[in-house]
């Protein structure tokens, strides 16, 4: 299902993804149709598809200040303004082809069909779902264009069309599926990402703790043997085994500044042992734990040794 | 037997030279730095044993660098290399790699710091 954009993303990436793809159709609008415009005028003069394409241009103008001025629209305002601007194109193109076929002039339909189908499916922003609708739609218009306006009998083509618009369609819609896909994987990837780098920074300060109490213990360890085989504790061993507490203690502290970083769920208020090491556990795929000790005191032996 | 023992904590040398002196009666010449150990060279590479902490401190030379010190005198004894990090530490992995040295992970347990010398561990 991933396929067709049920999976969620950040919101903030999805809106200036969104954002990106209404300011490029809205320049393309606004270039586009005053090209055509100074193009046609002194062909066919100020008709109603002038006034068309000049609305239109003039949408995507008030579209891109729009934008402009409030840079941090919602995803679905701005997924909005796109469909805002592209579904224009549908009557446009009829009333251009119907004018187009009324003149008697040779032209060679669905060019801009064909055109904005692809565009479409490179830019569209929000569901893939909807974005493969605008372009059915578009390849719908194309079909009832061809039927309605005859256009196979007038410009005397072979029938190739409306089928080649209709496969631009659907290769356009594969475009479009494909890119939810990609987003789909892409948002995964960031987050499996962020979870490894998460999980390394744990396993660093889980490192450093256990260093930090490696020397105090080691000398813990041999000051508590030597009083066992009846050493007496002299001053010296009292002044290395409060050194040892004293080191600990600072650790503690150290980790103390952590504290409020920790967040604790009903049911959740102790930590045993037991339940940590099942918690680490849970991060083995990312095999954080290679470094912590198999055997007490023994880290590992060199080629040599 | 004689020890070298280099580690940045001077409460662990101590300890360690005292534990090998009365309990193996080693002859034990500690050192706080790479410094320390070439300044008492000649004794040092008299040793049978040298126990090495891998890192001895930000910006400061190692362990790893007092062991190419006493390779490249023509140290004939046995190098041991005791760490407070885990086997990931760049300088573990280093240690590790190197050839004919064993590396420990403190806390290392009495016993095995005797078994060291031959000496008994009970």
Known sequence: ?305 | MKVAVLDDSGDLVELICLLLSTTAEADCIGAESVEGLKARAKEVLATELAVLDVNLGAGVPSGIDAYTWLVEQGYTGRIVFLTGHGATHPLVREAMALGGVEVLEKPVEVEEILALVGSPTS
């Open chain 1, 1 to 305: 299902m991933s396929l067709l954009g049920l999976e969620r993303g950040s919101p903030d990436e999805e809106a200036e993804v969104a954002w990106r793809s209404v300011l490029v159709v809205a320049v393309l609008v606004i270039v586009g149709q005053l090209l055509f415009t100074a193009v046609t005028m002194p062909l066919f003069g100020f008709t109603d598809v002038t006034i068309a394409r000049l609305a239109h241009a003039g949408l995507g103008f008030l579209v891109l200040v729009a934008i402009l001025v409030r840079r941090s629209a919602p995803k679905g305002s701005l997924v909005a303004a796109f469909y805002v601007l592209a579904l224009p194109l549908v009557p446009f193109l009829w009333m251009r082809d119907a004018e187009l076929a009324a003149s008697g002039l040779p032209f060679a339909p669905f060019v801009a069909h064909k055109l904005a189908i692809i565009g479409l499916a490179v830019v569209v922003p929000g569901p893939p779902l909807l974005g493969i609708g605008l372009i059915a739609v578009f390849v719908a218009i194309a079909v009832l264009e061809w039927v309605v306006l005859d256009l196979g009998t007038l410009q005397g083509l072979p029938v190739l069309e409306p089928w080649v618009t209709v496969i631009y369609g659907l290769v356009a819609m594969g475009i479009v599926a494909y890119r939810g896909h990609h987003r789909v994987v892409a948002r995964r990837y960031a987050k499996v990402t962020a979870e490894a780098t998460a999980f390394a920074e744990l396993a660093r300060f889980l490192l450093a703790i256990r260093d930090m109490s490696s020397t105090p213990l080691q000398n813990l360890e041999i000051d508590t043997a030597l009083l066992e085989r009846n050493h007496p504790p002299t001053p010296a061993a009292v002044r290395r085994m409060r050194n040892a507490v004293k080191q600990l203690r600072e650790m503690r502290a150290f980790l103390a500044q952590y504290d409020h970083l920790a967040t604790w769920g009903r049911g959740r208020e102790s930590l045993d042992p037991e339940e940590l090491q099942s918690w680490l556990e849970q991060l083995e795929p990312l095999d954080i734990r290679r470094g912590l000790p198999r055997e007490r005191g023994r880290a590992n032996t060199g080629p040599g040794g």
